[in-house]
C-alpha cells in the first residue's frame, strides 16, 4: 500500500483585521451583573477577559471579527440585553456567486487548515442555484467500515491523466506496450491560470511553490517563463499560438502541456507530441456557444489525451443569453462520450465555480476527472473579490506585496483542508477511490430529479 498523502500545514493567522458575519450588541445599562453570566458560558469562549480585549483592540470593527453566531448568550441572558447583528461590511464581500459565506470559509481555512465548523444552526433553504442544488449521498456514513479517515482503511483520492487503452492487446503471451503517457497526482485538483479579471503577475511565484510543496501542478501562461527550474515538474505551461516558443529542454521537464483550442489543435499536437512524446497535452475548450459540443467532438478523436473545459468564474457559459451551469455540462458530455465508448480512454478536467471543497467531489459525481481551481487561492489571501485586480489599480488586500511565507502558508492550508473535506466526502458516501466517484451520480441526488420524481405526476414539469 503507496503511503498515505498528507500536506504539511501550520496556522497562518492573516495581516489584516478579520471580518465576521456577527456582532454582539450589549446593552449595559440593565445589567444586573449576574454571578452566573451567560457570557462565561461561551461555546467558543470569546467573551472571556472581554475588558482587556476591548483595551486592546486596534480596530473598533474588531468587535464583530470574533463571535461564531452560536447564539447561546443571545437565548440564555435572563434580562434580554444581548442581540446578535450583521456585520455590514461583511455583507458587502463578493457577489451573488462567490457569497460573503464562502468567502469566510475560504479565509477560515486559509488560516487554520480545518474542515470549517459553524454555530449559527440553519442557514436556510436546502435548495439553491449551480451546485447547491444537488447533495451527496452520505448514506455509508453509519458503517463501521467507514475508517479511512482514522488510519484503518485507505482512501485514496489521486487521479491518472491522459489517456488510457480501451482494452488490453496481446502479441502470443505478452502484453503490447501501447499506453500513452500519464501524469499521477495525489489528489483531483490544478492549479489553474487566474481568469483576466483577476490577474495578478505577483502571484505567479506563488502559484508554483504551493503547486511543488502539495505534490500538484499550476497551470502557468508561457510567458512566466523563465524562473526557478526545480518548480518545472510541477508547472503546465499554457501554450498560446502566438505566444514564446520554450526550449525543448524546458518541455522535457515538465508532465503537463495545454493547448487552447482552434483549427489547427490537432497539428499542435502532433508537433508536441513528435518533440516530447513523454508530455500529456490537454486541450482547453471555453464553454461559450457550441463549446460542449465541440468538446465532445474533441473527446471522440483518438489525437486527445485531455480535455479542459472551462466556464466563467461564476461556473456559467460564457456568452449566452440562458447560460448553463458547468454541472450540467458536465453531466450531458460525460453522458455523451459514454455513449461514443469513448469515455474511459480520455482525461475530463473541469474549471469555474469551483468555489468550496464540496464543489470539487460534485464535479466529479457529474463527470469530471479532476478540477481546476486559481480564484480560492487568491481568496485565501484575504482576497475580498472587489475587482480591482488590474495592473496599475491599488489593492485593498495589498496581494502585490505578501511575503512567500505567508501566502504559500495560506494557500497550502487551503489545498490541504480540501484534501481533508474530500477524505471525508468520500468515507461518508463509501467511496475508497476517487477514480471511481467520477461519474457515480448515484452518489449524488439533484434536487430538480427528487423534485419531479416526488411531486412530477400531481403539478407537473417545473417551468
Known amino acids: 500500500m503507496p503511503e498515505k498523502y498528507h500536506i504539511q500545514t501550520k496556522p497562518i493567522p492573516p495581516r489584516r483585521p478579520r471580518i465576521g458575519k456577527y456582532g454582539i450588541v450589549d446593552w449595559r445599562e440593565d445589567c444586573c451583573r449576574c454571578h452566573n453570566c451567560v457570557k462565561k458560558a461561551c461555546v467558543y469562549d470569546r467573551h472571556r477577559e472581554e475588558a482587556g480585549y476591548i483595551h486592546d ?37 463578493g457577489n451573488s456567486y462567490w457569497t460573503p459565506d464562502i468567502i469566510q470559509t475560504t479565509w477560515m481555512q486559509a488560516e487554520t487548515a480545518k474542515i470549517p465548523v459553524s454555530g449559527a444552526g440553519y442557514r436556510g433553504p436546502f435548495s439553491g442555484p ?6 451527496t449521498d452520505m448514506s455509508e456514513i453509519v458503517r463501521p467500515t467507514r ?39 495525489p489528489m ?14 505577483e502571484l505567479d511565484p506563488l502559484f508554483r511553490e504551493t503547486a511543488a510543496r502539495t505534490g500538484l501542478i499550476a497551470i502557468m501562461d508561457s510567458c512566466a517563463w523563465p524562473f526557478a527550474e526545480t518548480y518545472l515538474p510541477h508547472v503546465a505551461f499554457h501554450l498560446h499560438p502566438d505566444g514564446p516558443e520554450l526550449p525543448r529542454d524546458v518541455l522535457n521537464q515538465t ?19 513528435k518533440d516530447c512524446p513523454h508530455l500529456v497535452v490537454s486541450i482547453k475548450v471555453m464553454l461559450g456557444a457550441g463549446g460542449s459540443q465541440r468538446a465532445i467532438e474533441l473527446a471522440n478523436l483518438p489525437a486527445i489525451e485531455m480535455l479542459h ?29 459514454i455513449e461514443s465508448g469513448t469515455r474511459d480512454q480520455v482525461t475530463l478536467m473541469s474549471s469555474g465555480g469551483i468555489a468550496l471543497a464540496e464543489h470539487m467531489a460534485k464535479a466529479i459525481i457529474c463527470g469530471a476527472d479532476l478540477v481546476a481551481m486559481s480564484l480560492p487561492l487568491m481568496i485565501a489571501l484575504e482576497c475580498q473579490l472587489c475587482h480591482s485586480c488590474e ?67 400531481l403539478f407537473g414539469t417545473r417551468k
Open 309 to 337: 473545459i472551462a466556464a466563467d468564474p461564476n461556473g456559467n457559459e460564457i456568452g449566452v443569453s440562458q447560460p448553463r451551469f458547468i454541472k450540467d455540462i458536465l453531466r450531458e458530455t460525460h453522458v455523451a462520450l
Open 147 to 185: 475508517d479511512g479517515i482514522h488510519g484503518r482503511e485507505y482512501i485514496s483520492t489521486s487521479v491518472d491523466l491522459g489517456r488510457k487503452r480501451p482494452f488490453l492487446a496481446f502479441e502470443g503471451q505478452a502484453l503490447m506496450d501501447s499506453d500513452g503517457p500519464l501524469v499521477s497526482l
Open 130 to 135: 449551480g451546485f447547491d442544488s444537488m447533495w
Open 255 to 273: 508532465r503537463l502541456i495545454e493547448l487552447p483550442d482552434g483549427p489547427d489543435v490537432l497539428k499542435r499536437i502532433a508537433a508536441i507530441k
Open 188 to 201: 483531483p485538483l490544478i492549479i489553474d491560470m487566474a481568469s483576466p479579471d483577476h490577474t495578478l503577475p
Open 391 to 457: 495592473p496599475g489599480m491599488h489593492c485593498p488586500a495589498q496581494l502585490e506585496s505578501i511575503n512567500t511565507a505567508y501566502g504559500v502558508g495560506r494557500m497550502t492550508n487551503l489545498v490541504s483542508a480540501w484534501h481533508d473535506q474530500l477524505v471525508e466526502v468520500m468515507g461518508a458516501m463509501g467511496m475508497r477511490e476517487a477514480r471511481r466517484l467520477r461519474g457515480d451520480v448515484g452518489r449524488g441526488m439533484f434536487f430538480k430529479e427528487l423534485e419531479e420524481d416526488t411531486f412530477g405526476k
Open 57 to 93: 483592540m486596534k480596530d473598533v470593527d474588531a468587535l464583530f471579527f470574533d463571535c461564531m453566531g452560536c447564539f447561546s448568550c443571545v437565548q440564555n441572558c435572563t434580562k434580554a440585553l444581548l442581540s446578535l447583528e450583521v456585520n455590514p461590511i461583511y455583507e458587502a464581500l
